[in-house]
């Protein structure tokens, strides 16, 4: 029992009658919070696997549900037609890709200039304002991206000669995107940047590097697990985000789209299509893209913890 | 590693050179989702009903939109976009609508019917009723809707219709309803069906709930599919059942309504919309927009020759 929390409590000392149901109330909350996640989990999972089992009649077409059409289809035609969700898969994985690239030099070069280079009083200026875009709401992201980035990504892609459909396409959303995920990556690099030993950056200085050859040598390695965590929560983010992705992306219905100015479709814009008016396999069927999207989160996390710890051994822990 | 930071950097090459060029431009087809019931009035009036509810029918790279506001401002944002909206939100949406088979889209030329993309708001009712009371309120609904009270109503709210010198005031007939003059504050009425006559709905229970005894009215609207299912179909004993139900299209022959239960409330028009720049056509036919949304015709230069 040597927890750190209770060791506070000095040996011998009694719990009184209000120690110790207070100590139940934080074990009910506890089981309620952590069993919502079961929940959730168990609820997902019996939706999403349901829709494969049942047999539906709609107007006057008795159909089942292929999990093989619904795993590798690209393309959404709506039930019973086949759709799948292969090409969403790739889209959504593509966009969020591209999102990261985006935002991640954005990121570093800003925790860098707010943790190392900025006047203090600047810095947590700057660091505050960054943290705020984690504040506003994705539809809001979704109306911004809709009036003025896509606006701007159509004329870029005129001013190459190429064709977009009024800026609705992969890179808007990829855009809009990194904008979302730049808080919590800038702060999360901030935050590990800060916490470098001051030692480092004048052991590094002393043996002659510059200062750029130390912030890029020294600072960002050191830096390396926050910034992989930054990462990881930023790519669950970007996978996961539906309303302002929806907005811009122009939801089509087949693909994979590897076009920067073409329209695209995601995992979540395709689930959000439609949804109030969706009735039957239509709407069922929503609950296993959901399934396959949690899949897809769990496996990009897992994937990126692995990178983090190959690359922990390879370079050692600092 | 390496390696993989290079497999980064060439991503953004790859994507750029996978861009379509510009030229003779391509026609950018907007088309609302599967559940859209503007969506089922639009392939119907120009003869592509397996479009409905199929994309595998429609031209490679349509984009869905979400509703009809989504619609207005995707075409306002492309130059090369062509959609469909409702007549009733035409005139303040800045996109361009254009006309049908020759036919100027307007509010006097759907009523002379000449224009002819066109969809009815119908209504169906249940054929039996477990309270005598609710078919009684029901019938009295009805009744209403003939009258010059919910006519204006119906086309304050952008419903088309004309409304006659000889249609009568509920006051006219309201001595025909007896249930009218009874306390209804215990009888609750199911509507539901369509959501694009919901707010229409909403506002005519409004208006009438007072004239009826307060029945109270809950209003459950998921789609024009529902409409006979809850009333008249295979949902008419479960608990979503409704007592009145509306579609924004005709029922169709595999809803096999007892005589008597439906009827017509008012006309929405659908209008084929362009960007306000494009200024390469002003009329469209049936037969070009089928062309279109299959995917025959994929270029403005094969539509304007």
Not at chain 1, 293 to 310: A, E, F, M
Not at chain 2, 104 to 122: I, W
């Amino acid at each position: 029992m040597e927890r750190i929390g209770q060791v506070a409590f000095r040996k011998g000392q009694k719990r009184t009658a209000l120690d110790q149901a207070a100590s139940f109330a934080y074990l009910f909350t506890a089981v309620i919070a952590a069993s919502s996640l079961v929940l959730i989990a168990v609820f997902l999972l019996v939706k999403g696997l349901e829709p494969f089992f049942k047999t539906y009649t709609e107007n006057g077409v008795t159909f089942q549900v292929s999990f093989w059409n619904f795993l590798f289809a690209m393309h959404w035609y709506s039930l019973p037609k086949e759709s799948g969700i292969l090409y969403l898969t790739i889209n959504t994985l593509y966009v969020s890709l591209l999102a990261t690239l985006i935002a991640l030099p954005l990121s570093i070069y800003t925790a860098l200039f707010i943790s190392k280079i900025a006047p203090k009083p600047f810095g947590e200026i700057l660091a505050f304002a960054i943290e705020l875009l984690a504040a506003i709401p994705s539809v809001v992201y979704g109306l911004f991206g809709r009036e003025i980035i896509c606006p701007m990504v159509d004329a870029l892609a005129q001013g190459l000669g190429l064709m977009s459909k009024g800026g609705l396409s992969s890179l808007s959303a990829a855009i809009v995107l990194a904008l979302m995920i730049l808080p919590i990556l800038t702060s999360l690099s901030v935050n590990a940047m800060k916490n470098v030993p001051a030692s480092y950056l004048s052991s590094s200085l002393a043996l002659g590097a510059s200062r750029t050859e130390t912030y890029f040598k020294v600072i960002i390695p050191a830096s390396r697990n926050g910034i992989f965590a930054g990462l990881i929560l930023g790519l669950g983010r970007a996978l996961g985000e539906a309303t302002a992705v929806s907005s811009v992306i122009g939801n089509a219905g087949s693909g994979p789209t590897f076009d920067l100015f073409g329209t695209s479709a995601t995992l979540t814009s395709n689930m959000l299509l439609g949804y109030s008016e969706a009735v039957g396999a239509n709407a069922e069927i929503r609950f296993s893209i959901g399934l396959a999207l949690i899949l897809l989160i769990i496996g990009v996390d897992l994937l990126l913890s692995l990178v983090q710890k190959r690359m922990a051994k390879k370079y050692g822990q600092d | 590693m390496k390696k993989f930071e290079k497999m980064m950097l060439l991503l953004p090459l790859a994507a750029l050179a996978a861009c379509a060029k510009t030229g003779d431009p391509s026609i950018s087809v907007y088309t609302r989702d599967t559940t859209s019931g503007t969506r089922d009035g639009f392939m119907t009036a120009i003869g592509y009903s397996a479009a409905k509810t199929d994309n595998s029918k429609l031209a490679t790279g349509y984009i869905q939109v979400a509703s009809n506001g989504d619609m207005i401002s995707s075409i306002k944002n492309d130059a090369n976009g062509i959609g469909y909206i409702s007549l009733s939100t035409l005139a303040t949406s800045g996109v361009s609508g254009l006309s049908y088979e020759g036919v100027k889209p307007s509010e006097a030329t759907v009523l002379d019917g000449t224009y002819k993309m066109t969809r009815n708001f119908n209504y169906i009712v249940r054929a039996s009723y477990a309270d005598e009371k609710v078919g009684q309120i029901v019938e009295a609904y009805r009744a209403f809707l003939t009258t010059s009270d919910a006519k204006a109503t119906m086309k304050q709210l952008g419903g088309i219709l004309t409304i006659a010198a000889s249609d009568p005031t509920w006051a006219d007939i309201k001595a025909n309803y007896a249930i009218a003059a009874a306390d209804n504050k215990a009888i609750t009425i199911h509507f539901g069906g369509s959501t694009s006559v919901e707010e229409m709905a909403k506002a005519l229970s409004k208006e009438f709930a007072p004239l009826c005894g307060n029945f109270v009215a809950e209003h459950n609207h998921t789609g024009s599919g529902d409409a006979y299912k809850r009333t008249q179909g295979s949902d008419k004993d479960s608990s979503s059942a409704l007592d009145i139900a509306y579609a924004s299209r005709e029922f169709s022959s595999s809803e096999a309504f007892a005589t008597g239960t439906t009827g017509k409330m008012c006309t929405d028009a659908i209008v084929a919309s362009v960007n306000a720049n494009n200024q390469k056509i002003s009329n469209i036919t049936a037969a070009q927009l089928r062309d279109i949304y299959s995917g025959t015709i994929t270029k403005w230069s094969e539509l304007v020759k």
